[in-house]
């Protein structure tokens, strides 16, 4: 899974009729500080989450793997709300605080 | 998904039986702020999309996840067309307006 | 898909078994101008393209959509042969003139 | 598979509901050397792998090929801890000796 | 499929069960002269490669259509050693000259 902020949403009225109903969320990728790496992509989403949270995102079939996506022409999902996380026992990002 | 923008079309006589019938679109991929990144693909069109609109596309098997491309050799999709996104509240496209 | 040329050809005595009769190409990756970028790949063959010729190719699972490739491990293959492509309605590549 | 070195945790209470009781690893890639290369991943672990470990990890849809992550949204696994590895007869690597 | 040479090999104790009897070779891509590209991967061997010959290696859900990788989760296997390729007529590689 990646890494990965939610900063905006997309609206597509137009669309594959099985795609009703999910919400698109424009996710920045970030690196093991929690800084942009300058990439982005869109997900669905998959659990609720709102502008500002750091989020885990699984692409491919991988995507399709929840209730909201499955069978749907989706290639990524937003499917963890990351807490905190750590390297070498230093917490690099806990929520409410690196925000 | 990636945003990207319809630049042209592509045609194909002889081609794996079951593409019959798809439409192959050129896409510039393009960045959060609607510009070319340089990238292009070739998709398939599951939402009769048109030159110059701003579009999502899906990759690989999710690419075949739509009544059009179920079951054949396609591992890229236009699957929405895109209205609008914002970043940070601030709205980055608009259809109609930033096109 | 990925836009590509055939450049050449591969020879593989030994083999996984499910791959007898499969032919491989070598493809150079074309931007949207038609020229090499740099990258290449091996792919299997679907539609009996020919040396020179500006194709078409799937990856992933896709690749295995077509008769030739179905359930093998075979990760790339070309399901069109490029009559031509437009962008912003003009021309790029039309077989017989820009070959 | 890809090489990479177990560096941390990371922590989601609000997931995916079929993600519940799956650890995340956060995985530093690394070269033929054994060097990190800068680019990390987060991944289930399928070989309870513990901080600082040389590990294997797939991607895609083989990442859900386990028990731990069978039908669930996850594109990234640690399925093996390497003992070793060697190039041209020489050891690049060995566990407890190179960490 | 990608070509790459096999360089190395990885040995691994403690894994996902199912990975159990497989080999894992170190690959080394090559570009289409045949001359190392900087990356690597690990892969699952399907045809009994050894060291310094000229593979394929097929990457994702294709890396499981093998009798030996089927079900596990592996995402890259060599499926063939390569004999020779030409490009534009011209031979690049050939086996136990270019080795």
Known sequence: MVLAKVVGTLVSTQKESSMDGLKFLILQNVDIEGKSTGGFVVA???VDAGAGEMVLYASGSSARQTKQTNNRPCDAVVMAIVDNWETDGKFKYK???ND
């Open 44 to 46: 669905a989403d998959a």
């Open 95 to 97: 929520k409410g605080i």
